[in-house]
């Protein structure tokens, strides 16, 4: 076989790969919008605006919120150093599976809600980035909460929380959660996203005691 078919043969192997992975996403998508948030996987584009944020070369432990057909874990594992603890989240069944078929070593678990238990369960003494895909904006609010508490609880004090959302409505959440944060947006992605480099995670005590 010539290198020339062999670079078309992985080609055509690639986009057969990613329209299987866009159908199934699309096939989610339309059974639980409120958990899958949009019709469509993340773009590459999208991919490395949100991951080239982090930090690699420092990161020892990570977290993934809404890893969907498994984009961004893909992209997460080619980047991390070796022996970086990654915690994926996924609460789709099927989307589940695919990503532990790919990726046999990875630790998946479903509600982002019980992350602070999970980290404890891992023994780490938090997290140096949390990396989300969730649809917050149309989640139930009181899940939203709980999860950004989660996040907040877990991150260490210099850690990082990047998320993209397709519209500016969690802005003032993140604000309010966060010491800094940093906006971008990014076009070429279906639709086009902002993502929010947050890093200074508020807790609750901290903030209980700052009122006193």
């Known amino acids: 076989m010539s290198k020339r078919h062999f670079h078309l043969l992985q080609q055509s192997r690639a986009l057969r790969a990613n329209f299987a992975q866009s159908m199934v ?14 019709v469509t996987p993340s773009s590459p584009y999208l991919t490395r605006a949100m991951l ?5 070369a420092k990161t020892r432990s990570v977290a993934e919120l809404g890893a969907g057909t498994g984009v961004f874990t893909r992209a997460i594992v080619r980047r991390m150093s070796p022996g970086t603890k990654l915690l994926v989240f996924e ?11 790919e990726h046999l070593d990875i630790s998946l678990y479903g509600d982002a ?16 980035c949390v990396i989300s895909s969730l649809p917050f904006t149309v989640l139930p609010s009181e899940v ?22 397709y519209s500016k409505i969690m802005k003032g959440s993140f604000e309010k959660r966060f010491e800094r944060m940093r906006t971008s947006f990014v076009l070429r992605n279906i639709p086009p996203a902002f993502v929010y480099d947050c890093t200074g995670p508020q807790r609750e005590d ?7």
């Not at 096939?27 to 639980?32: C, D, I, P, S, V």
């Not at 080239?52 to 690699?56: E, H, R, T």
């Not at 609460?91 to 078929?101: F, G, K, N, S």
């Open 206 to 212: 901290s903030e209980s005691e700052g009122r006193r």
């Open 52 to 56: 080239d944020k982090v930090d690699w």
């Open 91 to 101: 609460v789709d069944p099927e989307l589940q599976r695919m990503i532990a078929d």
């Open 25 to 38: 996403f699309l096939r989610r998508f339309a059974g639980a919008p409120r958990r899958i948030g949009s």
């Open 144 to 165: 939203t909460q709980d999860i950004l508490d989660a996040v907040c609880e877990v991150l260490k004090p210099e850690g990082r929380f990047v998320a993209y959302q």
């Open 113 to 128: 809600r019980e992350l602070p238990k999970i980290v404890r369960g891992h023994g780490l003494d938090g997290l140096d």
